[in-house]
């Protein structure tokens, strides 16, 4: 027999056989979704079978693309989804057509909804976006102009003389090379002194101006392309160009009479905080979901439960895997299974599940073991062992959830990159010693809020990097070394530029006379390197909180941008990110080591120690000894 679910098969049967003879092979087949499902259709069965055999084909057929577009979620993988719901759905709908309409326990069981999704045509990037340099392009002096360019990565974007025309915007690893790629007089040239056409993209021709952002990173590169994107194309045409997906989250729905855990990736402002994530793919959040569920009794059916008692549960219920609130009282009163649990219990074991999320298995592994630690002191050793084995599960369970999967509303995050040096030659007014120890800055970017902000330059002038420690196997040179200013005289220049400066901000000075900017440098002490980075993080947090909560598709585009750069191997991510510590603060000595790992790069070994290098320097100083001794006594 045929699938219960091949309906061009039951197409074609239905057109070749009679109605008496399909009656009972519809029958079984009807009975075979019943039990994939779990679910019991409570309509009659004579109805539907007859339903379906009079009904015209091609209105089934209409009927049958309506309901697999609809967005339906099947709990088996490995049959089609959409075409077993839409099977189910479209033999309720034949029921209620052609039988009678029945109620279900007060409600009847109407088609699903298509979700309509609406976008706002608000630009997913809340603050203007401007690059750092522009050029006017002259097709005459291109070579004195791109030498101009830094050879060095970055984003660009080629604009011809309509303003309102859309820029050729991307990124590069080599600015300068890729603008003469694009922008290079044409190699070969016919008789008459016209460009030979070629397959390469040029266009010396169109471009009027050029406009570019050194980057000192892939992230910051992708994250400015992003940002630039969106201010020329607007945000759907930049997720489309950058093939940007929401992550995959966890959700708990708190809110709901019967909560269920589930996997996905739709976020909505009611729904954060009971949201975790992200995780790098949807099937390691299934997988850490169905790991956690192992644990606890929560119902994983999909339904809106309505309880009752004659409910037909699910095979999780028989093996005391499920509490079974579909068993319970139903809401026009009478008294519920006694296999059932009450809401109270259910509402306990969600509670539970929800602290094993937040705490990422902290909250059971603490349960368990104290259950362990009582039982081995009360000599029952065997449920001692028991329990134990039950902790390494859920150790195990909770090692499949990545440190950074949490509550989305707490999602804060400090990334670490190379910075773009800020010219090409050093500062004015800087000589070139000073100016190589205040260009050691790393690019430093926060994550919070729904927004990903920066970068702000993080200097390590002052920070004594392990990079210049001997590797000895000692923790004496696990910190970085900070060498707090001390003043020995009068104030002097400062080294380090102030917060107001590295912000671009400008002294004030209504006469122009200079004398602002003088008392600006003279009065502004040394900041320790730790003070530095506290000013450097209230600004960039000032920064994520003053703009206002994001819209749902900012905070998924930059939860994908993220994502991206995070779930990528080790050896493959450069850069360095920090989690904020359990109370909330910044690891501040932390993001100093790491920022001077970024910008020197990681510590260099020791040379290999010669243990007789010394009697040998000793025998050939005796020996030297000895040779001059003669002319010391002859003088």
């Known amino acids: 027999m045929k699938s219960a679910y091949d309906l061009p098969y039951l197409f074609q049967s239905c057109k070749r056989k009679t109605i008496s003879h399909h009656r009972s092979e519809l029958r079984s087949q009807i009975g075979e979704i019943r039990s994939v499902f779990l679910f019991r259709i409570r309509a009659p069965l004579v109805n539907i079978v007859d339903a379906f055999l009079k ?16 967005n339906t979620h099947g709990r088996h993988q490995h049959v089609d989804r959409r075409l077993k719901t839409a099977t189910v759905q479209l033999l309720l709908n034949l029921s209620f057509q052609f039988g009678r309409k029945r ?42 102009l791109l030498r101009s360019v830094p050879a060095a990565p970055g984003v660009f974007a080629l604009r011809g003389a309509d303003p309102a025309a859309e820029p050729y915007l991307t990124r590069a690893s080599d600015l300068r090379r890729r603008l003469r790629r694009l922008l290079a007089p044409p190699e070969q040239l016919d008789a008459s002194g016209r460009p030979v056409p070629s397959k390469r993209l040029n266009l010396r021709e169109r471009a009027r101006s050029i406009e570019y952002t050194r980057t000192g990173s892939e992230f910051e590169s992708t994250l400015l392309l992003y940002r630039a994107a969106c201010a020329a194309f607007g945000a759907d ?11 995959y989250f966890l959700r708990i729905t708190m809110s709901a009479p019967h909560p269920r855990v589930y996997s996905t990736n ?48 699910c095979v999780y219920g028989e093996i005391g895997k499920c509490l079974m609130p579909c068993k319970g009282a139903a809401a026009n009163g009478g008294s519920p299974n006694p296999a059932a649990c009450t809401p109270a219990e259910y509402a306990a074991e969600a509670h539970r599940v929800f602290a094993f999320f937040r705490t990422r298995g902290q909250s059971l592994l603490d349960e368990v073991a104290a259950q362990r630690d009582a039982a081995s002191e009360a000599m029952d050793f065997e449920n001692a062992a028991a329990l134990h084995k039950h902790w390494e599960k859920v150790r195990a369970a909770a090692l499949l959830s990545d440190e950074l999967v949490r509550p989305v509303t707490e999602l804060r995050a400090i990334i670490l990159q190379p910075s773009a040096p800020t010219t090409e030659t050093g500062a004015p007014g800087l000589d070139p010693e000073t ?53 020995l005289g009068p104030p002097q220049p400062s080294v380090i530029l ?35 980075a506290r000013n450097l993080l209230a600004s960039l947090t000032e920064q994520a909180t003053s703009a206002g909560e994001p819209p749902i598709a900012e905070l998924c585009d930059a939860l994908s941008l993220f994502r991206r750069w995070y779930y990528r191997p080790e050896k493959q991510r450069s850069g360095e990110f920090f989690l904020p510590n359990p109370d909330g603060s910044w690891p501040i000595r932390r993001i100093l080591n790491g920022a001077a790992r970024v910008v020197l790069g990681p510590p260099a070994l020791a040379p290999p120690v010669e243990r007789d290098a010394a009697p040998v320097a000793a025998a050939a100083l005796k020996v030297q000894a000895e040779a001059t001794a003669p002319h010391k006594d002859l003088a």
């Open 435 to 487: 100016w190589a120890s205040t260009d050691a800055c790393a690019a430093t970017f926060l994550l919070q809020a729904g927004r990903i902000t920066g970068p702000e330059r993080l200097s390590t002038l002052g920070v004594r990097a392990v990079r210049e420690q001997t590797a000895v196997g000692s923790s004496l040179f696990a910190q970085p070394l900070m060498l707090a200013p001390v003043p």
């Open 266 to 313: 739709r976020l909505s402002k009611k729904s954060l905080a009971e949201t975790f994530g992200p995780f790098s793919s949807r099937a390691a959040a299934d997988r850490y979901c169905d790991a956690v569920l192992e644990l606890f009794k929560l119902r994983r059916c999909h339904e809106d439960l309505h309880p009752y008692p004659e409910h037909p549960g």
């Open 237 to 247: 045409e930049a997720r489309r160009r950058l093939r940007l997906h929401p992550p």
């Open 103 to 144: 109620q279900f326990h007060g409600r009847s069981i109407q088609p699903r909804p298509t979700p309509q999704t609406t976008i706002s045509p608000v630009s997913a990037v809340s603050e203007p976006f401007q690059f750092a340099h522009r050029i006017e392009f002259l097709p005459a002096d291109s070579d004195a």
């Open 55 to 70: 009904f015209r084909i091609e209105h089934f057929k209409t009927l049958l693309g309506h309901v697999v577009a609809q």
């Open 498 to 532: 102030s917060e107001a400066k590295r912000s671009g901000a400008k002294s004030k000075d209504p006469e122009g006379s200079g004398l602002a900017a003088t008392a600006d440098t003279t009065s502004t002490p040394t900041l320790a390197p730790e003070d530095r």
